[in-house]
């Protein structure tokens, strides 16, 4: 069983930056694809970037320039780096795991474990 906690959300306004972060359980966190998407009120949860085992990075296009995913496997942690906010960036954002040593994973169903998420919004 692997547990994620994110941080780092909260309220900023149009142009700024936050960082989240994720925390992992689990003594094989290197070998872990991670994943951070993010679900607005009634809308569909959404891929927002993604970094394979082997540290490889991509993200969807509405955050392309604007967002930065990274790792670092001697903390068990993830993060996302968001500048340039926007109000449209305002969701519950929910980092994501699979356990297997995997590259590209932009679905849901592609994950085994899911964080219970940290609210950002973005104040126009």
């Known amino acids: 069983q692997v547990q994620l906690v994110e941080s780092g959300g909260g309220l900023v306004q149009a142009g700024g930056s936050l960082r989240l972060s994720c925390s992992a359980s689990g003594r094989t966190f290197s070998s872990y694809a991670m994943g951070w998407f993010r679900q607005a009120p009634g809308k569909e949860r959404e891929f927002v970037a993604g970094?394979?085992?082997?540290?490889?990075?991509y993200y969807a296009d509405s955050v392309k320039g604007r967002f930065t995913i990274s790792r670092d496997n001697a903390k068990n942690t993830v993060y996302l780096q968001m500048s340039s906010l926007k109000p449209e960036d305002t969701a519950v954002y929910y980092c994501?795991?699979?356990?297997?040593?995997?590259?590209?994973?932009?679905?849901?169903?592609?994950?085994?474990?899911w964080g219970q998420g940290t609210q950002v919004t973005v104040s126009s």
């Open positions: 994501a795991a699979d356990v297997g040593r995997s590259g590209y994973r932009p679905r849901m169903y592609e994950y085994d474990y």
């Open positions: 970094i394979s085992w082997s540290d490889n990075s």
